[in-house]
C-alpha cells in the first residue's frame, strides 16, 4: 500500500487536473469562437515552425553545405532559399498575430463576464451573507483572483499549438530516424514531466497565497474604512504593524513560491539545450554511419532548439492552470453561495396612493441569535403616518428592514396591499417601497446624481422633492451647486446634508410606502420637524413609517406603534398610547435626553 503522503499527492493530483480542466472547459464555453480562432492562429503558427524546419533542412543540403563544400555555386537556388525563407516568415507572422489577438480577447473579455457574473451573483444574496464575509475580502476575489481564475487563459492557445508542435515534433524525427525520434520522445517527456510535477506539488502553496492576498485586503480596507477612528484614537502605528504582520506573511508565502518556481523553471529551460546537445551528439553518429543526411540532422536539432519556448508555453499552461484554479476556488465559493433572495412574478403597481401594510403573526432572529421578533401582528392604513417607538433593542429598525424586504421574516408574512412581500419579481418592490437609514450611504457622484441614480426625473418632479427634504436649504453653498461632486461617501457633505440627499433620494421616486429609519438623526430638531410636516402636507402618494426617537417627530404621526420586547404592545393615536407606562416613561426619557442636548449646544455657543 502506498504511503498517505503519496496517496495524498496522487489524489490532490488527479483533483487538480480535473479541476483545472473543468475550469479551461467553463471558460472556453463562454465564449467558443474565440477560443477556436485562437487555436487556429496558434496553429498556423505551429505549422510554420514545421514547415521552417524542413525550409531549413532542405535549404542547407542544397545551397549551404555544396556551396561550403566548394562542390558548385548557389545558383538560382539562391533565390529560391531566399523565397522560401521570407515565405515561411510571413506564415509565422500570421499566425501569431492571429493567435495573440484572438487570445487577448477571449482572456479580457472572459475576465470581464467572470466579474459581472460575481457582483450579480453577490448582488442577489441576502444581508446575512454579507454579514459572514468582509469587505476587504469580497474586494480582492473580485479583483485578484478573478484576475488569477482566467490568467490560464493567456498562454492556453499557444499552448494547445504547442502540444500539436510536440507530437508533430516526435513524429517528424521518429521519420527521419527512429533513434533520434526515441531520443526526442524521451527528453521532451522529461520537460514536460517536471513541469507536471512542479505545478501540482505547488497547488496548495498557490491556494494559500491567495488567500493571504485576501487577508491584506480585508485589513487594508478596515483601515482606510476606519480612518477616522484611527486617527481620532491616536491609533496609525497599531493599524501599520497590524496591516505588516498580514504583509509580511504574504510576502513570505510569495518569496517561497517564487523560489520554488523558479527552481522548477531552471530546470525546465535547462533540459531542452541539454537534449539538443544530445541528439547533436548522436546524430552526428548516425550522419557517419549514412542514417541520416547533414540536412536531416540540422532539421531536427533546429526542431529541438525552436521547441524550447513552446515547452515553456506549456508549462506555463501547466503551471497557471494549478494556480488560476487555486484563485478560481474563491471565485467560485462566492458563486456557490446558496443564500440567495427568492423572488415571485408580481409586478409593481402604479396606484397612485399609500399602501395597506399587514404583518401576520412575524417572527424574526438574526443568524445565530435569538428572536428580535416575535408573533408580531400589524395593520396600516394606506396614506398613515405612523411612528415606530420603542425602547433601545426591541425590534424597531428590524421591522422597518422587514418591511422593505432588506430581510425575510423567519415565520409569518408581511403584505402590501395584500400582496407577500416575497412574491415581488426582482428589483419590482422598490418600486413602491424606499427605505432611508440613519448611516446615509452617498457615491462619489455630483448631488444630482446621488438623487437620481441614473433615474431619468422631470425637473419638476426633481425640484419638488429636493424642497421637501430640505436639501434646497444648502445645496446653493456647494461650489458647483446640484453639479458639486461630493466625495466618496459623501465626505464634503455634513451628516445632516447626507441625510437629506438621501431622503431625497427616496423622495424622488414617489414611493407608496416611505420607510424612515432614525434617517433625520442628524438634522436640527426644528429642521426635522419643517421636513416632516412638508411630508404630511405634500401630495406624495405614500404611507410613511418612522422609526422616531424625537418627541416631536413622533407627534406629527398620526398613529404610533410602541414595540417592546418584540412586539406591538400599542398601537393608537399619540394620546391612547400615552396611557401605558412604558411609553409614558419612554417618552419622558426623551424630552430630557432632549433638553440636555440643548442646554450642552446652547452652552458650547
Do not use: C
Request: proline share 4%.
Amino acid at each position: 500500500m502506498a504511503p498517505p503522503d503519496l496517496e495524498h499527492g496522487v489524489t490532490s493530483f488527479w483533483s487538480v487536473v480535473r479541476g483545472g480542466a473543468r475550469l479551461i472547459g467553463r471558460f472556453v464555453r463562454w465564449h467558443p469562437w474565440a477560443f477556436t480562432l485562437a487555436v487556429f492562429g496558434a496553429s498556423v503558427f505551429v505549422s510554420a515552425i514545421v514547415a521552417s524546419a524542413l525550409v531549413v533542412g532542405r535549404v542547407s543540403d542544397l545551397v549551404i553545405i555544396p556551396v561550403l563544400g566548394g562542390d558548385e555555386a548557389a545558383g538560382g537556388r539562391l533565390w529560391w532559399a531566399v523565397a522560401a525563407i521570407v515565405a515561411v516568415s510571413v506564415w509565422k507572422a500570421a499566425g501569431i498575430t492571429l493567435r495573440r489577438t484572438a487570445a487577448s480577447w477571449l482572456q479580457y473579455r472572459t475576465r470581464a463576464d467572470a466579474r459581472e457574473k460575481l457582483i450579480d451573483h453577490q448582488l442577489a444574496l441576502d444581508l446575512a451573507w454579507y454579514d459572514s464575509r468582509s469587505t476587504g475580502d469580497l474586494l480582492s476575489i473580485s479583483e485578484v483572483d478573478t484576475q488569477q481564475g482566467t490568467f490560464v487563459l493567456a498562454p492556453l492557445p499557444y499552448a494547445t499549438g504547442a502540444s500539436l508542435l510536440l507530437v508533430a515534433t516526435i513524429v517528424l524525427v521518429a521519420v527521419i530516424d527512429p533513434l533520434l525520434g526515441l531520443l526526442a520522445l524521451v527528453g521532451l517527456g522529461v520537460v514536460v514531466g517536471v513541469d507536471v510535477f512542479g505545478a501540482f506539488s505547488m497547488f496548495d502553496d498557490f491556494e494559500t497565497a491567495q488567500v493571504l492576498r485576501g487577508e491584506v485586503g480585508r485589513v487594508a480596507h478596515e483601515s482606510f474604512d476606519g480612518a477616522l477612528t484611527v486617527k481620532a484614537l491616536g491609533r496609525e502605528a497599531t493599524e501599520v504593524q497590524r496591516f505588516r504582520v498580514v504583509a509580511d506573511r504574504l510576502r513570505d508565502k510569495l518569496v517561497e513560491v517564487g523560489v520554488r518556481f523558479a527552481s522548477f523553471r531552471a530546470w525546465v529551460e535547462a533540459l531542452p539545450a541539454v537534449l539538443t546537445l544530445a541528439i547533436l551528439i548522436l546524430g552526428a553518429f548516425r550522419v557517419e554511419v549514412g542514417a541520416v543526411t547533414p540536412g536531416q540532422l540540422v532539421t531536427v536539432a533546429y526542431l529541438v532548439t525552436l521547441m524550447a519556448f513552446p515547452l515553456q508555453l506549456l508549462g506555463f499552461v501547466i503551471w497557471e492552470m494549478a494556480h488560476s484554479q487555486a484563485a478560481w476556488t474563491r471565485v467560485q465559493e462566492v458563486l456557490d453561495a446558496g443564500d440567495v433572495v427568492e423572488h415571485g412574478q408580481v409586478t409593481a403597481t402604479s396606484k397612485d396612493e399609500g399602501s395597506a401594510i399587514r404583518s401576520d403573526r412575524v417572527t424574526f432572529a438574526y443568524p445565530d441569535g435569538p428572536p428580535v421578533l416575535a408573533d408580531l401582528r400589524l395593520h396600516v392604513e394606506p396614506g398613515t403616518t405612523v411612528a415606530l417607538v420603542g425602547p433601545t433593542g426591541s425590534g424597531k429598525s428590524t421591522l422597518a428592514m422587514l418591511l422593505a424586504r432588506l430581510w425575510d421574516p423567519t415565520d409569518g408574512v408581511i403584505s402590501l396591499d395584500g400582496r407577500d412581500l416575497r412574491s415581488f419579481a426582482r428589483s419590482e418592490l422598490p418600486r413602491e417601497v424606499a427605505f432611508v437609514s440613519q448611516e446615509a450611504f452617498l457615491f462619489d457622484d455630483t448631488v444630482e446624481g446621488n438623487i437620481t441614480l441614473g433615474l431619468d426625473v422631470p425637473d419638476d418632479e426633481f425640484l419638488a422633492a429636493v424642497r421637501l427634504a430640505g436639501v434646497d436649504r444648502f445645496v446653493h453653498e456647494l461650489p458647483a451647486g446640484y453639479e458639486t461632486r461630493i466625495g466618496e461617501r459623501g465626505t464634503a457633505l455634513s451628516g445632516g446634508q447626507r441625510q437629506r440627499v438621501a431622503l431625497a433620494r427616496a423622495l424622488i421616486r414617489r414611493p407608496r410606502l416611505l420607510i424612515l429609519d432614525d434617517a433625520t438623526s442628524a438634522v436640527d430638531p426644528s429642521v426635522e420637524a419643517q421636513i416632516l410636516r412638508r411630508l404630511k402636507a405634500s401630495r406624495l402618494p405614500s404611507t410613511i413609517v418612522i422609526v422616531a426617537y424625537r418627541r416631536s417627530s413622533i407627534l406629527l404621526a398620526d398613529e404610533v406603534v410602541f414595540i417592546d420586547d418584540g412586539g406591538v404592545v400599542g398601537h393608537g393615536r399619540h394620546e391612547e398610547v400615552l396611557a401605558l407606562p412604558g411609553y409614558r416613561r419612554l417618552l419622558e426619557a426623551y424630552a430630557e435626553d432632549q433638553e440636555r442636548r440643548e442646554e450642552a449646544f446652547g452652552g458650547r455657543r
